[in-house]
């Protein structure tokens, strides 16, 4: 069973950092990609960022582009979340994903497999 544990989310001002990480454990040696979703009170879970795990290939939600960064760490199988420049709209529970078994990476929430629990990042303005 593959557990995800992300960590890093707090209370920033606008124009402020974070870097959120996401561990994963279990059987992640064969996964495709990882992502990182948000989610703020009542509206739909939304693509962030994904990463291929072979190619090391990024994909950023046009919102966050030039904002915020996807990477990993192959070795520690921990993929990060650099947020940069922050602004009120990014306020929303922030969660990461995996995706196994070949295929395109995906930007919808119905193309990963295993999800985390969330972390909440909160931006004032």
């Known amino acids: 069973q593959v557990q995800l544990v992300e960590s890093g989310g707090g209370l920033v001002q606008a124009g402020g950092s974070l870097r959120l990480s996401c561990a994963a454990s279990?059987?992640?040696?064969?996964?495709?990609?990882m992502g990182w979703f948000r989610q703020a009170p009542g509206k739909e879970r939304e693509f962030v960022a994904a990463?291929?795990?072979?190619?090391?290939?990024?994909y950023h939600a046009r919102s966050v582009k030039g904002r915020f960064t996807i990477s990993r760490d192959n070795a520690k199988n921990t993929v990060y979340l650099q947020m940069n420049s922050l602004k009120p709209e990014d306020t929303a529970t922030y969660y990461c994903?995996?995706?196994?078994?070949?295929?395109?990476?995906?930007?919808?929430?119905?193309?990963?497999?295993?999800w985390g629990q969330g972390t909440q990042v909160t931006v004032s303005s």
């Open positions: 994903a995996v995706a196994y078994g070949p295929g395109s990476v995906s930007t919808a929430t119905s193309g990963y497999d295993y």
């Open positions: 279990g059987h992640t040696f064969s996964s495709y990609a």
């Open positions: 990463i291929s795990w072979s190619s090391g290939s990024t």
